[in-house]
């Protein structure tokens, strides 16, 4: 706690410096993307991307899960709606990660009999559960968690489009969706798109070509 009580102070004294900024955000926020993330402590959006205050609308949960419309009583829907049809974000980014915890478990469920509240969470990752034991039986270990996360991706950017402002937006041309993929132990993101099927490192790509690689139609997407 000490730690958070001197990063409190600091900011104090930067907002201090700042104001003006700061004064300048008080009076509206208009973010250009909403990025679906996870809650694991080691991946924060705003570093993944360099992004700055009021730049990013987010929305974090164990898994980076996206429960279809009318599936959840959280406050899922409510974030995409709000900032779709509120805040009038073009981009929505899905960011799976390596090593997830939540997809790990969901694999497992045997390994959630203490953590009923996650177990019943993790059902909203069902799909992916049985597309990894459907079409991926021969992997174990890394090789199959590795897939559930790209699997995982695509089905939340699937469940997205059962969202009714997304859909609007969809069907205007007012709105991209993205899956992207961080690699903790390199620093990589990896996107993918529907032209190719597959996930690549946009720090691997010029940038015009980084910014092709999106899922413009999700439910015809190939998942490789």
């Keep these: 706690m000490n730690n958070l009580l001197t990063g409190l102070h600091q900011f104090h004294n930067r907002f201090g ?4 900024f700061y004064s300048k955000l008080a009076a509206g926020q208009h973010p250009s993307a909403l990025f679906i993330g996870c809650s694991d402590s ?28 009318g599936a959840s009583n959280g406050g899922e829907p409510a974030t995409i709606e709000y900032a779709v049809s509120a805040l009038g974000v073009k981009d929505i980014i899905v960011c799976g990660h390596s090593g997830c915890g939540a997809i790990q478990a969901m694999l497992h469920p045997e390994t959630m009999a203490k953590l009923p509240s996650v177990k019943s969470w993790l059902n909203h990752a069902e799909a992916t559960r049985q597309i990894i034991l459907e079409n991926y039986p021969k992997l174990t270990g890394e090789d199959q968690l590795a897939a559930a996360v790209r699997e995982h991706v695509l089905v939340q950017i699937e469940n997205l489009q059962t969202h009714p402002a997304v859909a609007v937006q969809l069907q205007r041309g007012e709105l991209t969706l993205h899956a992207w993929i961080y690699r903790m132990q390199t620093g990589e993101v990896l996107a993918y798109s529907s032209d190719d099927g597959k996930f690549t490192a946009l720090t691997s790509l010029p940038p015009e070509e980084a910014g092709k690689r999106k899922v413009s139609n999700p439910r015809q997407a190939k998942k490789k």
């Design 17 to 20: 410096r700042e104001r003006e």
């Design 42 to 69: 080691r991946v924060d959006p705003s570093i993944i991307t360099q992004t700055g205050l009021g730049e990013l609308f987010v929305m974090r949960n164990a898994g980076n899960i996206v429960p279809c419309y």
